[in-house]
């Protein structure tokens, strides 16, 4: 199970944390991804990290977006900074069976709910 949380309503340029707790399955073997989903679009990824903290972005996310984990607290988490308008859209965190030190956006296990973020002035 995945629980994303932390979105909300923020400026143009301004940041926002999301996180994704995760329960029921084993942590350590997981990557993890974030995707979004913007009103009248497909799906695409956002980042992922590897079950040994590798990350990896997606070009848009590369150098605004920061993406960690805890494996102590089974959390996973995205900073997002200097948010654009075309960054609205609900995230959601995933999960795929892939120990290792890199990690894909394809073929996840496991969606969380997704939590909604919107850029706007």
């Known amino acids: 199970q995945l629980q994303a949380s932390g979105g909300g309503l923020v400026h143009p340029g301004g940041s926002l944390r999301l996180s994704c707790a995760a329960s029921?399955?084993?942590?350590?073997?997981?990557?993890i991804g974030w995707f979004r989903q913007a009103p009248g679009k497909e799906r695409e990824g956002v980042s992922c990290i590897s079950s040994d903290g590798n990350p990896d972005y997606v070009n848009f996310a590369e150098g605004r977006f920061t993406i960690s984990r805890d494996n102590a607290a089974n959390t996973v988490s995205l900073q997002m900074n200097n948010l654009k308008p075309e960054d609205t859209a609900v995230y959601y965190c995933?999960?795929?069976?892939?120990?290792?030190?890199?990690?894909?956006?394809?073929?996840?296990?496991?969606w969380g709910q997704g939590t909604e973020v919107t850029v706007s002035s």
């Open positions: 029921g399955f084993t942590w350590d073997d997981y990557a």
């Open positions: 995933a999960a795929k069976w892939d120990p290792g030190s890199y990690c894909t956006l394809t073929s996840q296990k496991y």
